[in-house]
């Protein structure tokens, strides 16, 4: 080595200068840092990924994992899960691997091919929830009586339309962040599915009619329940006490279930997702802009809404409507 070089290599290396660390030495040293990658993403994710990795550890699945095992896993769930778990099993499965530092399997081609084989095969039109349309809606609040409950489904059924949310966020409503104003109440959600940063977003749910306002309702249910600080929507036991805690996802799609099925509906067909896809599908029938439903709903992007958007137009200026 000549002069020259020796020297450069010496200034390039100072004795004190750190050396740098593979992401996995510095998650594994340093506390805080495991901190912030574990509120990288929400506990709904957490449990999913947790979800998926326990299936594929009980099927003998193990983390690091070969492309032909992943691939032999996918196989062997092909006709039992719908490509859309099979999907996220898939992800759950990368994250596990990207977290130790180590290159996922399922970026082989292998994993790819056999994923796409199994779509070819045997992938069916994706079953999606049944839009609460406004028509139906209306019916179901109607007959709802003034009890405890009754008071209680009311105004989350009608807030969780008008507010187009995700049954996650409607749960996840405090009182403190409902403000009213004088064309009705602002609604402020920390955080969503979109939203994993938390940067938040506010959605105004304007005055309705009569009982079937959405501001009134909720009202209603405050002003009975005697809720003023912490979550809004509670469960309510067979006696009509209110409990302290918040009310699960889960129990929205049981409330939109149980509500349904009193006007004839199969509920089936509905799930907490239904009151969101029904305001799509009804704002869309009445001509609402694609962007203005997405304002509400807070949807990614616009192909997020196309279905709805579809269903909702089938029979707006309908070509056979013209000609029979």
């Known amino acids: 080595m000549d002069t020259l070089t020796r020297d450069n290599h010496h200034l390039s290396r100072p004795k004190n200068t750190p050396q740098p660390r593979s992401s996995t030495d510095l998650v594994e040293a340093t506390g805080s840092v495991r901190d912030y990658v574990r509120n ?52 759950s499965i990368s994250k596990a691997h990207s977290a130790k530092g180590l290159i996922s399997p399922t970026k082989a081609e292998l994993v790819k091919s056999t994923l ?44 969780g339309f008008a507010g187009g949310f995700r049954r996650s966020e409607l749960v996840s409503i405090n009182c403190n962040d409902i403000e009213a104003v004088r064309q009705g109440i602002i609604v402020y959600i920390r955080r969503s599915k979109t939203d994993q940063d938390g940067e938040g977003r506010t959605i105004g749910i304007p005055h309705g009619r009569s009982r079937c306002c959405p501001v009134s309702a909720l009202t209603e249910w405050l002003t009975c329940s005697g809720i003023e600080s912490g979550p809004v929507f509670r469960p309510v036991d067979r006696h009509g006490k209110i409990c ?63 279905r709805y958007i579809r269903d909702g137009e089938l029979f707006v200026d309908n070509a056979a409507g013209v000609l029979l």
């Open 244 to 306: 302290n805690q918040r009310l699960s996802g889960e129990a929205v799609a049981l409330v939109v279930k149980e509500r349904v099925e009193t006007i004839g509906l199969n509920q089936q067909e509905f799930s907490g997702h239904s009151l969101r896809a029904g305001l799509a599908t009804s704002a869309a029938t009445a001509g609402v802009s694609l962007w203005k439903i997405r304002q509400q709903t807070g949807h990614a992007s616009d192909a997020m809404l196309s």
């Open 40 to 91: 990288s993403v929400s506990s709904n994710t957490k449990r999913a990924y947790q979800s998926d990795l326990k299936h594929f550890a009980n099927w003998g699945g193990t983390i690091p994992a070969t492309d032909v095992v992943v691939a032999e896993y996918l196989a062997a769930h092909a006709h039992t899960l719908s490509v859309a778990t099979l999907t996220r099993r898939l992800a």
């Open 116 to 159: 796409r084989g199994i779509k070819r095969a045997h992938t069916t039109s994706q079953r999606t929830a049944r839009p609460l349309l406004i028509k139906d809606l209306i019916q179901i609040t109607q007959l709802l009586g003034d009890g405890m409950k009754d008071t209680r489904d009311r105004a989350m059924l009608l807030i």
